[in-house]
């Protein structure tokens, strides 16, 4: 697994800039440029770009996921314990948000392919954009802890 680390790392690196960058964009920009047309036009722009966003984003978690549980193998379970040090504790506290984004992408997907309406929608990408920075704020913190 350790040959793989640093191929897991490029691979994780630039899937979670793809995400983040698209929650960003979404939330930030995207969601306050709309409210400048008119909700017809609004609504083709949204359907357009959430029609490629639906095509790329899951391949992106789930390559965040893949390569992220390659990462962690280096660093908890077995010998190495779970919690054994503070760098695991914010490691496992960096999954567990994962793990929430996850689910809500999966509940999303979900909905969508039901055919049914998501009731976080409105919400659902601040959220996931927020627990996308807390996950770097340890991604960071817990080299220097």
């Known amino acids: ?6 191929y897991a790392l490029l ?3 630039c899937c979670a800039i793809i995400f983040l960058g698209y929650l960003f964009f979404d939330v930030a920009i995207l969601s306050r440029a709309l409210k400048r047309f008119t909700p017809e036009l609004a609504s083709k722009i949204e359907q357009a770009i959430g029609s490629r966003a639906i095509k790329i984003m899951p391949i992106c978690v ?23 040090t503070p760098f ?17 992408v999966i509940f999303s997907l979900a909905c969508k392919f039901l055919n049914k309406s998501n009731p976080l929608a409105p919400i659902i990408h601040p ?4 627990l996308g920075v807390g996950i770097v704020i340890c ?3 817990m080299w220097f802890i």
């Open 88 to 104: 695991q504790r914010l490691l496992l506290c960096k999954v567990a948000l994962a793990c929430v984004i996850f689910a809500l």
């Open 1 to 6: 697994m350790e040959t793989l680390y640093p």
């Open 11 to 13: 691979v994780h690196l």
């Open 127 to 130: 959220f996931v954009l927020i």
């Open 139 to 141: 991604a960071k913190w």
């Open 62 to 84: 789930l390559l965040l996921l893949l390569t992220g549980g390659v990462m962690l193998s280096n660093y908890v379970g077995g010998e190495k314990g779970w919690l054994e």
